[in-house]
């Protein structure tokens, strides 16, 4: 019977993730046939050994293997595994994530292209609350962007119709690190009339970074995607949405991935919004402290990675002070 689903996962130098990653597919219930893809994005580990071992002793949950000729971002390689792909949607997930066993049931079942809605996201819950970085993700919820409007979706939890992405130009492959091409993917279907939806049940399980080197080079890259995103695919209404007197049809505002800090003041504002989210979930003096301090480092990351994906001669046009 042919996969009515194509999971498409993009992974570099992950290995150590994979297999737990794999279990958690092979004990999908409640969903339509579906195939796994890995697009390899040139890794130097063990990843090919490990998916090999893997096929050797689970013929059921077969991992088809795709090798990327080059290093190119996950952008390329989502692409890659997108035209080889047989199933009428393309689900998306990363390596460093595990998956609940009824996600894929569950994402399908929102997908509804004769109405228009061609792409679902779902919820993203740390693997491990115990480090300050997995409870930081779950007050910031940057891999859940449940927006105003679901205006764009995360690749680590959502699913397509695969025709339809594929028309509107897949992922973007001049980003070649991760952040920005999945919501660029957005804006493509978005701006030809198609939109999306979020259910809260389709929960994938992230990995998060246990590191602050780490964390700063994962905002950095969302910052430095995003500028690049707004500056490429954006009108200045949209990018500006105080300069349009009329808004088109299809439109797409910048507002959800702007820095929301650009300076002193913007960062102080920001800093005792965290702090009092913190405080209203009940959290301790030391986890609010912790991670209000987390919060500081993640703007600031985000807006170094964005003033390096934008000219310095636009850099201002997106200050709020």
């Known amino acids: 019977m042919p996969p009515e689903i194509s ?13 737990a990653l794999f279990e958690s597919l092979a004990a999908q219930v409640d969903c339509p046939p ?6 390899d994005d040139c890794s ?3 990843t090919e050994h490990i998916v090999g071992d893997w096929n050797l002793t689970n013929p059921a949950a077969f991992v088809q293997y795709l090798r990327m000729e080059r290093n190119g971002g996950p952008g390329r390689a989502r ?16 390596s460093d994530c595990r998956v609940d066993r009824r996600w894929l049931g569950t994402l399908a079942r929102s997908l509804d292209p004769g109405k228009g809605i061609v792409g679902v996201g779902g919820s993203v819950e740390p693997m491990d609350l115990r480090h300050i970085y997995s409870r930081y993700s ?34 973007p492959e ?15 279907l978005w701006k030809r009339g198609y939109r999306f939806a979020f259910d809260k049940e389709a929960v994938v399980y992230h990995d998060f970074r246990e590191g602050l080197r780490d964390f700063c080079r994962t905002y950095r890259n969302y910052g430095f995607g995003c500028a ?14 105080h ?12 507002l959800p991935i702007r820095p929301n800090v650009t300076g002193v003041r913007s960062f102080v504002r920001d800093q005792r919004s965290f702090s009092q989210l913190c405080k209203a979930q009940g959290r301790p003096l030391k986890d609010c402290i912790l991670l209000t301090a987390l919060r500081g480092f993640d703007r600031i990351s985000f807006y170094y990675g964005w003033r390096q994906g934008w000219p310095k001669t636009h850099a201002g046009d997106n200050a709020q002070e």
Do not use: K, M
């Not at 579906?34 to 697009?39: Q, S, T």
């Not at 105003?148 to 699913?159: F, Q, R, S």
């Not at 001049?174 to 493509?188: H, N």
């Not at 300069?243 to 910048?254: D, F, K, L």
């Open 79 to 94: 692409n890659v595994a997108l035209r080889v792909a047989q199933g009428r949607i393309a689900a998306f997930t990363d």
């Open 34 to 39: 579906f195939e796994i893809l890995l697009a």
């Open 44 to 46: 130097t580990d063990t």
């Open 174 to 188: 001049t980003i070649s690190t991760p952040g920005g091409e999945d919501i660029a993917a957005s804006i493509y």
């Open 243 to 254: 300069w349009g007197r009329q808004i088109p049809e299809n439109h797409w505002t910048a």
């Open 138 to 171: 779950t007050v910031n919820r940057t891999l859940e962007p449940q927006n105003p409007g679901n205006t764009y979706l995360i690749t680590c939890n959502c699913c397509y119709d695969r025709t339809t992405l594929l028309d509107a130009g897949g992922f």
């Open 7 to 19: 999971v498409i996962i993009p992974t570099y130098n992950r290995a150590t993730w994979l297999p």
């Open 228 to 241: 690049q995103v707004v500056r490429d695919l954006l009108t200045p209404e949209e990018q500006n949405p």
